[in-house]
């Protein structure tokens, strides 16, 4: 097929529109529960106290603000796609948005002193018990009165390009790291299988054996460890032969491949899983996944992925199958000693060059022969 034929076939594929809206308008679609922001994705995108008000700053000075992209369901909802932190400033800011349970607090929100309105520290939107602190009814017709554009992505358009505009709209410069970014994608594709993810991440066996840094927690790195579990324990070798490319690619595609299966076997998923992680927290516990040192005969540093690819998916893929469990500790510190694993999970190997042989080690040593 021709470069022009693949733009002109993908091109009938998405329908779009657009026009300027006031944010008064915004407002009211939110009320009405005729905007989706996804209350759930305030965890992803962590804008900072300052931030807020210079955004809230931006609208008073006029500055035009870059439109918000959605996508129109069949039922005549905006999911929102794009815009998720600006439009929540605002509906936290008027005092109407719906946050999580665990999040919620209802004191009206106070600004933050910014560059070029000083003045704005310590202002609300509307307080009766705090009228000198809060904005003026022409300050609030200002806000209301401002435009915001919106881009539609229409709902006669293939049904995945609201997850491609999500992806490629909130990965480059945002504050919401890659995993971050797919969890957002599965929230708005498949709720299910994010909570199953979200649930075995919380699982305590995981939890003990993995051992991250708050950071990495923070970063939903514990949530990346299990969508790579569910992708690879149980894939055939042949297609993990074939990974190319930007790994963070190919666990979002991979994750949206999953997410839209009607068939998929998350009793399968959670049972290879929780046994997965009952052994090492029987056995070795927070040092499944260190360096092992033979002539200290200790574990030492912390959370390796390598040793993740070969402990956690091999014995996972076995998991029906896998040697008694006083066997475990002596089989994972005998990797540390394997030619492939050695050649295959330095400093530098990508994964495309790891995990085509690392994968395959970890079947072969936890098989129950």
Known sequence: MSLQKEIDDTRKEIRTDGYSMSIGEWISLYENNEVNIYPEFQRFFRWSDYQKSAFIESILLGIPIPPIFVSQRDDGVWDVVDGVQRLSTIYEFVGILNKNEEENNNDPVALQRTTYLPSLEGKKWDDPDDKENSLTQTQRLLIKRAKIAVNIVEKESDKMIKYELFQRLNTGGSVATHQEIR?????????????????????????????????????????????????????????????????????????????????????????????????????????????????????????????????????????????VNNKIPDIIKSIWSDETYKKRSGTGVRAESRLPYLVPLGREVFFNS
């Open 183 to 323: 969890n957002c994608i599965l929230l708005m594709l498949n709720k299910n299988l994010y909570k199953l993810i979200r649930s075995l991440a919380d699982y305590e066996s995981f939890k003990n054996c993995i051992a991250l840094s708050d950071r990495l927690y923070e970063e939903q790195y514990d949530m990346e460890l299990v969508l790579r579990f569910i992708i690879l324990f149980d894939k055939d070798e042949q297609s993990i032969k074939k990974l190319g490319g930007d790994v963070n690619v190919f666990l979002t595609e991979k994750m949206r491949e999953i997410a839209a299966k009607k068939d998929l076997d998350y009793d399968k998923i959670e049972k290879a899983f929780k046994k997965t992680f009952d052994v090492l927290n029987e056995t070795t516990v927070d040092n499944s996944f260190k360096k092992y040192k033979p002539e200290q005969d200790r574990f030492l540093g912390g959370f390796l992925l390598s040793a993740f690819e070969v402990v956690a998916l091999g014995i996972g893929y076995n998991y029906k199958n896998l040697p």
